[in-house]
């Protein structure tokens, strides 16, 4: 894929993400995993140490960066809890229906090429009543914040490989068929420090209706 996209970005979002504040976050999230789980989007394992072991049956992880798939070989080996790795991309998903108790997402909706059969797909293969967590990047409900989110959008696809600064995320999980629980659907400004204008953050738990 070159250079850029699956070397050095791949470095660069390990430091740039691996903040105290949005650790907390993941940790907060995947602590609420139960069951057979996947995660879509694991990029290099970020979210493993957080899985409890006296909850999670199965852990399922797919990541479509060879880059990142590469950097999380060493997470594998050290996982706390029964995990397979599937290459692949989170729009065409290599599962039965109904599979999983528990789909997660980290920092990942962002950038995938088509939110809505990402979210098509998770819906799939989740069990009926199952969970879909996530923590995302979203578009502000600030008018002069989205200006600027929309201004500078086209140099973060290409910055962050693809990644997007202007989705609406928790609005699009809404409407894919989801019922979005009223705790944890919160912006947290100050997971991302001095970018706080642009990323306000939104963590979600969301019932397969």
């Not at 609420?32 to 006296?54: C, H, K, M, N, R």
């Not at 990644?163 to 699009?172: E, G, I, V």
């Not at 809404?174 to 963590?203: D, H, I, N, S, Y």
Request: hydrophobic residues 45%; charged residues 20%.
């Amino acid at each position: 894929m070159g250079l850029y996209s699956e070397t050095i970005c791949p470095w660069l979002l390990d430091k740039a993400l691996g903040h105290p504040n949005i650790m907390r976050r993941r940790q907060a999230l995947v602590g609420q995993a139960a069951g057979d789980v996947l995660e879509i989007g694991f990029g290099s394992g970020a979210t493993l140490p957080f899985y409890d072991p006296a909850k999670v049956r199965s852990l399922t992880v797919v990541e479509p960066s060879d880059g990142m798939n590469r950097r999380a070989a060493a997470q594998l080996a050290s996982s706390p809890v029964p995990i397979t790795s599937v290459p692949g991309a989170g729009e065409s998903l290599p599962f039965a229906d109904a599979g999983f108790d528990t789909v997660v997402c980290c920092l990942t909706l962002c950038s995938v090429r088509d939110v809505g059969q990402v979210l098509a797909e998770v819906r799939r293969v989740l069990k009926p009543g199952g969970v879909f967590l996530f923590m995302e990047h979203v578009l502000s409900d600030d008018p002069d914040r989205q200006r600027w989110q929309q201004r500078l959008n086209p140099v973060q696809r290409v910055v962050g490989v693809g990644c997007n600064l202007n989705r609406p995320t928790a609005m699009l999980v809404a409407a894919a068929g989801f019922r979005l629980e009223p705790m944890p659907v919160q912006e947290e400004e100050r997971a991302f420090g001095a970018l706080k204008t642009l990323t306000p953050l939104v963590m979600g738990c969301a019932i397969r209706a």
